[in-house]
């Protein structure tokens, strides 16, 4: 079956440090996702990506935060200088249409550590 | 979004059916129901979603009331790897791409 992967499983940076968390999204999908997940806290949206652009983003998806999808496959998330806050889980989904049909399905996250 | 409310906590015995109920009495018309689940640690998993009348699906059946003000999630027969959060979460597809993610039911299968 098919399945969202992600890489690195575990990142540890240094505060101020840039990373870069990458997603190779089901093959079909259409519609990419990024998602946080603080621990112990919410699974949190970051921002949407549809037709090499960014569909909809929350107010944490500030200017520190950008996706891209570098090629056909992967579609990865980068922040420019970390904070300690940004440490969590990072979540990719992608999704096949829009409407009725939007299952999103997710990878096993990233987990970053930010030291 | 309407608002939903899950039980914070839940436990049913191995191969019982585990019911997880929803409230979402501000539910408009145009909103759906969905269903995802988290295991420990790892991504939340699609379960399945609807509109008014009951699903089905390999994984679970879902039922929503006829004035779609609550909902229940059927695990017909929960095995230990059910043991998960489960997050009721109410949207229209066609506004908005994000899920909104509440503090969901944990659910503890008993062996």
């Known amino acids: 079956e098919p399945e969202v992967t992600q890489t690195p499983s575990h990142q540890v940076t240094q505060m101020g440090q840039e990373v870069i968390l990458r997603c190779v999204p089901i093959s079909n999908h259409l519609y990419f996702y990024w998602y946080r997940q603080i621990l112990g806290q919410k699974v949190e949206f970051l921002v949407s990506?549809?037709?090499?652009?960014?569909?909809?983003k929350s107010e944490i998806f500030d200017d520190q935060f950008s996706v891209e999808r570098p090629d056909g496959s992967n579609f990865t998330l980068k922040i420019r200088s970390t904070k300690l806050e940004d440490s969590a889980m990072y979540f990719c989904?992608?999704?096949?249409?829009?409407?009725?049909?939007?299952?999103?399905?997710f990878g096993p996250g990233t987990r970053l550590t930010v030291t | 979004d309407a608002k939903t409310t899950q039980p914070t906590s839940m436990d049913c015995a191995e191969g019982r059916a585990a019911n997880l109920p929803c409230n979402h009495s501000t539910i408009s018309g145009n909103e759906y129901v969905y269903w995802y689940r988290q295991i420990h640690s790892q991504g939340p998993q699609y379960i399945i979603h609807?509109?008014?009348n009951n699903e089905t699906n390999e994984m679970a059946s879902l039922i929503i009331t006829e004035d779609r003000k609550s909902s229940t999630l059927i695990l017909p027969h929960a095995t230990l790897r059910d043991t998960a959060v489960y997050y009721c979460i109410v949207r229209v597809p066609d506004s908005s791409y994000k899920l909104i993610f509440g503090s969901g039911t944990r659910l503890l299968v008993r062996p």
């Open positions: 609807g509109l008014k």
């Open positions: 989904a992608s999704s096949e249409a829009r409407g009725a049909m939007d299952e999103q399905y």
């Open positions: 990506f549809y037709n090499n652009e960014i569909s909809e």
